[in-house]
């Protein structure tokens, strides 16, 4: 059984009124234990509403969410907000408290956990996000973009949860910032096996991480499966306003010279073997 | 629960009500006012009704959303109409118990004022609806530009009100998204008592309000950089010119002005 999953999950905004818009639609979805799961999709496809019906802050418009078999809405039960763990895009934004500290703490403590229990949570979140002692002291509007991403991605850490949802997490950071970011993510996730689901619509991004790549089109999924079937598809990329990663490009140009490389290279190690290997 | 704050935000259409000078708009909604307030007997009322209706009717403005609007501003009008029932004296007693007394006069005045707030209500949301932001401080500020003679600053005025509007679908949006990510976190926002909830909103508020100033900051930054420097010398991109249809507008509001003044001499 998958541990999420959506059947012909539909919404739309503002029914009835001249904004009307039908954000996704008839999304059929699974995602299984420990996967690593990438989302991509131009801007305004419907990334951003669909992850934010897997814990259920938004109803959806018609069809069901079901969490470890169990659909999320016909129970009132807030726990699957901490089981299925949400950082929105520029998540720096919802920094509130005096302290990196307390605002870690702001999940755990809505989760009822006790003050030691807490204590730990926070430290352990820190430690993924590689946030040390003198920062969780520190007002979070000292810090800088990247410090402050970080501290807002441990905020959702800290609760610990089995999926872990990240809507464009290194968006608008330099290359160094957003390295480090999928790094620390990454970390978490090796660490307690949770499932992971990046959004992005940037395939640099996750053309290193995933072990699945879906495509949202125009409030649809146009292509799920594994990121060299994928990506190796440029032009149906390019139709629908995305760019294969660089490494994919290169190989497709080169193949169109004559070069036989295979159509399954995305990254630009697999593209420095495969021409080590022709040099040989 | 933020969607539902339609309080006269523009409805966008193309109809003639839409298109009419926003100048002449807002005399209209001026004169409608005025001819409301004017209104006396049953009449009077059923012609401004009639106008209403009409206007709304030309404007292809669901009656849905017009009530919609009306909701948050219900209770004023509830209580208006139970001090009216309450606190009217009259000859003609329905009904006596204790202190309360209620009389027929008491229950036509609170007929006559709800309808009067009801009407005074939509007609000025019809503005605000046919009208965007942008049209409405641009044609604000022009009839009263005269008012600059005596170092009224209109156009800053203006100027406040326009970056007000502007923002406020804005701060909605940016508000609903904070919400979403504390509630992420499990932030609660709908249970426990008063003081729960004051504390629930700080996770609210403070992100809202740095946010607010960090916008104010970058847009004083991207006015400096394109030279603002006040209302002086500044021509504008889309020049009001009123055309036949305005002055046929103007031409039915005075006529309806009019037949209301007229209506109330006889004393129909
Ligand atoms: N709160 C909202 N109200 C109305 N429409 C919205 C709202 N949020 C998103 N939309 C619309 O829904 C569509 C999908 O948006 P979104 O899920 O944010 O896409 P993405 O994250 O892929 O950019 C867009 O057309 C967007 O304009
Ligand atoms: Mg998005």
């Given amino acids: 059984m998958p541990l999420l999953q959506t059947e012909k999950l539909t919404h739309t905004y503002s029914p009835g009124t001249p904004f009307e818009r039908v954000a996704i639609a008839d999304i059929d979805f699974t995602a299984d234990k420990g996967e690593c799961l990438g989302i991509i999709g131009h801007t305004g496809s419907g990334k951003s509403t669909f992850i934010q019906h897997l814990n259920g802050l938004l109803k959806p418009t018609s069809g069901h969410v079901y969490y470890d078999g169990k659909d999320i809405h016909q129970t009132k039960d807030l726990k699957v907000r901490f089981k299925v763990g949400l950082v929105f895009q520029y998540p720096e934004y919802q920094l509130f408290e005096s302290t990196v500290f307390d605002d870690i703490a702001f999940g755990p403590k809505n989760m009822g956990l006790s003050e030691s229990e807490v204590k730990e949570r926070v430290h352990e979140a820190a430690g993924f996000s590689r946030l040390s002692e003198e920062f969780l002291q520190k007002s979070p509007f000292e810090l800088s973009g990247g410090q402050k991403r970080r501290a807002a991605i441990a905020g959702v850490i800290a609760m610990m949860p089995e999926v872990l949802i990240l809507d464009e997490p290194a968006a608008g950071l330099d290359p160094g910032g957003r390295a480090e970011i999928i790094e620390n993510i990454l970390a978490y996730k090796e660490a307690v096996n949770a499932t992971l689901i990046m959004v992005t619509h940037s395939m640099e991004d996750i053309a290193n991480t995933v072990d699945r790549v879906i495509l949202f089109d125009d409030g649809v999924i146009a292509m799920d499966g594994a990121p060299k079937d994928v990506f190796s598809q440029g032009e149906r990329l390019t139709a629908m306003g995305l760019a294969a990663p660089k490494a994919a490009m290169v190989a497709g140009r080169l193949r169109a010279l004559g070069i036989p490389l295979g159509n399954d290279i995305y990254t630009m190690p697999q593209l420095r073997a495969a021409l080590n290997a022709l040099k040989n | ?268």
């Fill in chain 2, 1 to 268: 629960m933020l969607k539902n704050i339609t309080l006269g935000q523009y409805f966008p259409g193309d109809t003639i009500v839409h298109r009419l000078d926003p100048r002449v708009k807002l005399v209209l909604t001026i004169v409608y006012i005025a001819a409301l307030f004017s209104a006396q007997g049953i009449w009077g009322y059923v012609l401004m009704f009639a106008v209403l209706v009409t206007c709304f009717a030309l404007s292809r403005i669901p009656v849905k959303t017009v009530l919609r609007g009306v909701r948050p501003i219900l209770i004023i009008i509830i209580f208006t109409a139970v001090l009216n029932i309450f606190f009217t004296d009259g000859e003609t007693v329905l009904f006596q118990a204790w202190r309360i007394t209620i009389t027929q006069e008491g229950l036509y005045a609170a007929a006559f004022m709800v309808t009067r707030l009801f009407m005074l209500i939509t007609g000025t949301f019809l503005l605000t609806y046919t009208t965007s932001p942008i049209a409405l401080t641009d044609g604000l500020e022009l009839l009263l530009n005269p008012l600059k003679k005596i170092r009224l600053p209109i156009h800053e005025l203006a100027m406040m009100m326009s970056i007000a509007l502007r923002f406020i679908p804005t701060l909605i949006e940016e508000t609903g998204k904070i919400m979403q990510a504390q509630k992420a976190r499990g932030a609660d926002f709908e249970s426990g008592g008063l003081i729960k909830r004051a504390r629930a909103v700080l996770p609210l508020i403070i992100p809202l309000f740095i946010s607010a100033f960090r916008r104010a900051d970058e847009l004083a930054i991207a006015m400096e950089s394109r030279c603002y420097h006040g209302g002086e010398g500044r021509t504008r991109m889309k020049v009001l010119k009123t055309q036949a249809r305005d002055y046929m507008a103007l031409f039915g509001g005075a006529a309806v002005l009019a037949a209301v003044i007229i209506l109330r001499r006889l004393a129909l």
